[in-house]
């Protein structure tokens, strides 16, 4: 499956921003979805997952309540809507498939986008 992120940019810190990831070339309903983040000079850290039928997701503690991941399979989509955004909110952002498992481990994950980048201004 081949994932195209999309919808970073520049936020204020506060406010909101909606991350859109578009999957092609599989059967998307047949994949776990997760999206991650990298900020300058860190680690690639986990923000949040979400199961094949979307009835079921899982967050990162330092989201938890203000970012929401869901799932259009339908139109072969996986979102993270941005609340409240922080400046330790600005990273890159990748979302991810995984044929086989849901977790917070990255090596868990098969196939990744290109990232897309946010930039939190205060």
């Known amino acids: 499956v081949q994932l195209q992120a999309s919808g970073g940019g520049l936020v204020q810190v506060g406010g909101s921003l909606r991350l859109s990831c578009a999957a092609s070339?599989?059967?998307?309903?047949?994949?776990?979805m997760g999206w991650f983040r990298q900020a300058p000079g860190k680690e690639r850290e986990f923000v949040a997952f979400?199961?094949?039928?979307?009835?079921?997701?899982y967050y990162a503690d330092s989201v938890k309540g203000r970012f929401t991941i869901s799932r259009d399979n339908t139109n072969n989509s996986v979102y993270l809507q941005m609340n409240d955004v922080k400046p330790e909110d600005t990273a890159a952002y990748f979302c991810?498939?995984?044929?086989?498992?849901?977790?917070?481990?990255?090596?868990?994950?098969?196939?990744w986008g290109q990232g897309t980048l946010v930039t939190v201004s205060s």
């Open positions: 991810a498939a995984s044929r086989s498992a849901l977790g917070t481990n990255s090596g868990l994950y098969d196939y």
């Open positions: 070339g599989d059967t998307f309903s047949t994949y776990f």
């Open positions: 979400i199961n094949r039928s979307g009835g079921s997701t």
